[in-house]
């Protein structure tokens, strides 16, 4: 009988069980757990973040293929929408209280950013235009691969559960090690180096 290789044993199951899969993996990573914690008291116009990127994705091919928690995860990258001022004062202000009061003790670096302001600088660093976002969620959609159209945070009813973008594709057969280009596709440099960052964790490099 044929069998899945362990690291897509969870690709059978319905996408309802591969959520379910998916938050109990994240949140019984105790640092995750933690900042999502912390992601829902930082209120104010950082209210509604998201956390997003490599802690999440990471921690998920850490549990199948038997690494360590915090392999290949260098830093945590939370989102949030906020266009009543798109000044970098304003996100500024944001970050300093995120990281001064809310994550002033986390174990790792915590980059916040401001989504309303993506396209005001997005063109001159990638050089290609982006056009403006309407939520956080929407700029989890433009993810450069479908296995990072990802977004964690905890319900608000204070349940450990995890809600994720509508548009979040959580089937184990897509998002684990097989690179598929989301419709917004950014420059070739991001592709090599999307591409190459699976080889730099299986060699211990980050």
């Not at 690291?7 to 938050?23: D, E, I």
């Not at 798109?86 to 950013?113: C, K, N, Q, T, Y």
Request: hydrophobic content about 40%.
């Amino acid at each position: 009988m044929n069998t899945l290789p362990e690291h897509l044993r969870y690709a059978g199951l319905s996408p309802s069980q591969q959520r379910n899969v998916f938050s109990h993996m994240v949140l019984e990573n105790p640092m995750l757990a933690d900042a999502l914690h912390r992601l829902r008291d930082l209120g104010g116009k950082a209210s509604g973040s998201w956390l997003v990127s490599g802690a999440l994705y990471n921690t998920i091919w850490n549990r199948l293929t038997g690494r360590p928690n915090l392999h290949g995860i260098k830093d945590l990258d939370i989102i949030y929408f906020d266009d009543s001022d798109l000044s970098w004062e304003a996100e500024d202000a944001v970050i300093a209280r995120g990281g001064a009061e809310v994550f002033r003790d986390f174990p790792l670096p915590v980059e916040m950013r401001n989504q309303a302001r993506v396209h005001l600088w997005f063109e001159k660093r990638f050089g290609q235009p982006y056009p403006p976002l309407r939520s956080a969620t929407e700029s989890i959609e433009r993810y450069s691969t479908i296995a990072h159209c990802v977004g964690a945070r905890l319900a608000k009813d204070g349940e450990t559960g995890i809600m994720a973008s509508s548009s979040t594709l959580l089937s184990v057969s897509t998002i684990f090690f097989r690179f598929a280009f989301g419709p917004i596709v950014p420059s070739i440099t991001a592709k090599r180096m999307k591409s190459r960052r699976p080889a730099r964790c299986n060699s211990g490099r980050n």
